[in-house]
């Protein structure tokens, strides 16, 4: 039996909200992005493109997230070159609040954005300012 105590508890559910908030702010993004000129000609009403985005959104993350995931794990930012697993996590969670952040507010103010250069400029920002330019994977 695993015990946890209240600190991995509290970063786990932390990381998972903000992962949750991420979603939400690329669902946003991607319905916008994808979804805007079929709304605008009235082809679809609005609860017919967030459904749509919903399903493919979903469709592409189960079957091409492994990559991405594997990517943004071991891709960008050199691990290895982390001297503590707690800055680790600490950076790869503050990376993801910061993409969240960023994507919702261009989004809101309908700048064009690409959620994946947005989390993949957050960790090479982490990276960098971790353990130097070396650390990210160029």
Not at 1 to 8: A, K, R
Not at 13 to 33: F, P, R, T
Not at 114 to 119: A, K, L, M, P, R
Request: proline share 1%.
């Amino acid at each position: 039996m695993i015990i946890l105590d209240s600190f991995t508890i509290l970063v786990v559910g932390g990381a998972a909200a903000i992962g949750l908030y991420m979603a939400w702010s690329i669902g946003a993004n991607d319905v916008a992005n994808s979804m805007a000129s079929a709304v605008g000609a009235k082809a679809i009403t609005f609860r017919q493109a967030v459904l749509i985005a919903g399903v493919l959104n979903f469709i592409g993350a189960v079957f091409v997230g492994e990559h991405v995931v594997e990517t943004v794990k071991s891709g960008i930012v050199d691990v290895s070159m982390i001297p503590n697993s707690s800055i680790l996590l600490i950076g790869f969670v503050s990376s993801l609040l910061a993409a969240a952040l960023w994507v919702t507010l261009s989004t809101w103010y309908e700048m064009p954005i690409s959620t994946t250069h947005s989390v993949i400029g957050a960790l090479m920002g982490f990276g960098i300012v971790a353990s130097g330019c070396s650390c990210v994977q160029w």
